[in-house]
Nanobody, 115 residues
Framework: QVHLVESGGGLVQPGGSLRLSCAASGFAFSSSPMRWYRQAPGKERELVAAIMSTGMTLNYAESVKGRFTISRDNGKNMVYLQMDSLKPEDTAVYYC????????WGQGTQVTVSS
């Protein structure tokens, strides 16, 4: 079975940093593009960042450009989201997504930015 497991979320003050991790298994991770999405309560889910199988970045949401960095380690089947200069509006559940077959989602990890 395909499994995507996010970790690294938590409570952080405005201006702080977090690094989210997504551990992937059950599919050909090294040949798959990967994405991070986020969703706040009552809000639509939005694409945050996408990365190609080669490690080339596809895109970032305009609201996070210059602050967030997506990366991957194909040898470890891991994708990361480094989040710097965090703002309260970054508060959301963050999801890892693999656009393979019918598409696969992780369970999500909560990020709360508050003083």
């Amino acid at each position: 079975q395909v499994h995507l497991v996010e970790s690294g979320g938590g409570l952080v003050q405005p201006g702080g940093s977090l690094r989210l991790s997504c551990a992937a298994s059950g599919f050909a991770f090294s040949s798959s593009p990967m994405r991070w999405y986020r969703q706040a309560p009552g809000k639509e889910r939005e694409l945050v960042a996408a990365i190609m199988s080669t490690g080339m970045t596809l895109n970032y949401a305009e609201s996070v450009k210059g602050r967030f960095t997506i990366s991957r380690d194909n040898g470890k089947n891991m994708v990361y989201l480094q989040m710097d200069s965090l703002k309260p509006e970054d508060t959301a559940v963050y999801y890892c997504y693999a656009p393979e077959d019918k598409g696969y989602w992780g369970q999500g990890t909560q990020v709360t930015v508050s003083s």
